[in-house]
Structures are given as C-alpha cells and as structure tokens.
C-alpha cells in the first residue's frame, strides 16, 4: 500500500471502474466533506482495488490532502482505524500511522471497506536511505506497538501461527546435496548442526513471550514522511495488512535481515539494538532475554535461506547469511 506515487506510476483508471462507480456513494457517505476523486493505479496496488487523490473538509472547516482506498482488507481496515484515529482533543492516537479522516465497512447496500486518509509524502524511505531513515523507521515502529497494544489488548489475541522451520531447513538441506548452492559443504555442516538441535530451537522460540502487535512487514518502502518533514522528523508506517500478534524482535530482525549483505545501508544502527534502547526508555520491555530470541530467529531464517534461493539467491546475500548462521550457532546450542 502507499499514498499518491509519482505521476509516472499513474495509469488512469479507465481499465479499474470499481472506485469511480462507487465515488457518488464514498462522497455521500462523508456527508458531502469529500471532494471528486481522482482515481488512480499503480505498481503497488492489489488488483482489483482502487485509490483516489482527494481532499476533504473537517468540521472545523479545515481542508486536508487525502487519499481514498476501496475496498480495504479486514486486517488492515480494522487496524488503520483503530490506530490512526483522531482524540476528542484533537491529537492523534498515534503519530506513526497515516491519520484517518473518515471510514466504513460498508458502501450503500455493498459490503465494502474504505477508508479516507491523510496524503502522505509519495516517496518512500527506501528511495533515500539517508542517516535518519533507519532510526526513524524503528521509533515509528515501536510508537505502533505502543498504540496497537493499547488499542487491543494482546491478552486477547489468538495465538500465532507457527512456520514449518523443519521443513524449510530440511528443503534447504536437499539443495546444498544436490550441489544446487556455492559453499555446499560449510552450507551443509552448518544445517547438520541447525537439524540436530532443531526441536529445542522451536520450542524456545515458540516459548517466546508473545506481547506485542508486529507490523509483519516492517521495511523502509512501506514508510513515508508527511509533507514538510525533513529526515529525522519521524516517518509514518503503512500497510497494516500484516499485523500479528507475536514479539518484537520479528520485526527487527526481519529488518536486519534484509541488509544482512549490504549493513552499511544501515547507516550503522541494529535494528535490535535500537529497538530495545527506544523501549527500555518508555518502559515496554518485560524483563525477557531479547538478545537470545533475537539470535534464535536469525538462526532459523539464516537456516533457511537456501529453501529460497528462487527468491533470494542473490550470491552475496546467501554467503552473509552462511556467516550468521555459523556464528550463532555457538552461541544459540550447547
């Protein structure tokens, strides 16, 4: 997801009718606050969704840039609006989130969610990675863990899906035998050692705390700034279609991991590191050994880099993250 691309992603909406055919229902719906929309598509966009650039008139009589989505999956509907609501004060639930100015799940007799958001600056942080961006991106990331927890309890949530590390690591495993990899035998030893104390690696991950609502998908192209920001002013998260419950470190390791070939994108900072310095100063962490858990994911995902070599086979990238796994490896089995 995203706000207002740039105009050589437009493609006019003549071949996607849905946003244009429902825009006299979206406007009656805002009590008339919205303006005609000028609806669009782009790379980002799932089919069969439409997006609009619009404004839109507060009751104190303030005109807004925004952006019209519909529809919107349950996922991220439920959490956009939860989080990017606006107090009786008239500050933001949370600052990290595009604000909401209007929203609903239905449209006259259609059952379709939409929502009415601030624009948002078009360019995300991932086309600039300046020195700001990955401090940036983290503190936004734990002010929505603050937000969302308070928003749901995490007490309430139904327990995490599990992934099937045993056999992603043992698809891994076949590839480095079948010579399908470079560095086969460190590749092969390494996972050897990952197998054979593979279900305490599980059941001490699958033990973790589970205390906070993870973004899912926690990168710098789903981060954008609003306009008139300047690096290091904060950045606002979107696509909340992937939020679950589960522990922070997924996040920031899912993160690092992306750079594992390339940290000086990083400008210097870890991810978990940073992340837990920002919650330890407003009182969020729980007293449990992030650092370990921490060291157990990247042990599992570096494992199971070689199941992904269609995607992620990148020579440099693979050999990066061989050398996680055979440094942690020490450090995460006895």
């Known amino acids: 997801m995203g706000n207002d691309p740039p105009h050589s992603q437009l493609t006019r909406d003549a071949d996607r009718p849905l946003g244009a055919m429902l825009e006299p229902l979206l406007i009656a719906a805002c009590d008339g606050r919205l303006s005609q929309i000028n609806w669009f598509t782009s790379a980002w966009q ?37 989080v990017g609501g606006v107090r009786e004060d008239g500050t933001r639930v949370c600052e990290s989130v595009p604000r909401v100015l209007a929203a609903g799940t ?62 992603l690591i043992a698809k891994g495993r076949e590839i480095a035998h079948s010579h399908g990899i470079a560095e086969e035998q460190r590749w092969n030893g390494a996972i050897r050692t990952v197998q054979r104390h593979l279900g305490e690696l599980i059941r001490r991950w699958n033990d973790r705390p589970i205390t906070t609502w993870c973004h899912g998908d926690l990168h710098f192209g789903n981060a954008l700034r609003r306009p008139g920001a300047k690096p290091g002013d904060g950045c606002v998260l979107i696509d909340l279609a992937l939020v679950h419950p589960g522990h922070w470190v997924e996040d920031a390791v899912y993160l690092e991991r ?8 990083l400008r210097g900072v870890k991810p978990v590191s940073e992340m837990a310095r920002v919650m330890r100063e407003r009182h969020m962490l729980h007293g449990e ?22 995607h992620e086979g990148h020579p440099k990238y693979v050999h990066a993250a061989l050398e996680i796994l055979e440094k942690l490896l020490p450090q995460v089995v006895h």
């Open 46 to 82: 799932a089919g069969g969704s439409s997006t609009g650039l619009a404004t839109f008139t507060t009751p104190d009589g303030q005109t807004h840039d925004v952006i019209a989505k519909l529809p919107v999956g349950p996922l991220e509907h439920r959490w956009t609006t939860a």
């Open 106 to 167: 239905t449209l006259g007799s259609y059952d379709l969610a939409w929502i009415i958001e601030e624009r948002l600056e078009p360019t995300p942080l991932s086309a600039h990675l300046d020195e700001h961006a990955p401090r940036e991106l983290l503190h936004a990331a734990v002010h929505w863990y603050d937000a969302a927890g308070k928003a749901r309890d995490i007490a309430s949530a139904e327990p995490p899906a599990q992934k099937d590390w045993e056999t």
């Open 258 to 265: 992306l750079y594992w070939a390339k940290p000086d994108l």
């Open 289 to 310: 050994d992030y650092a370990m858990l921490a060291n157990i994911r990247r042990v599992l995902m570096a494992a199971s880099v070689p199941a992904f070599l269609n």
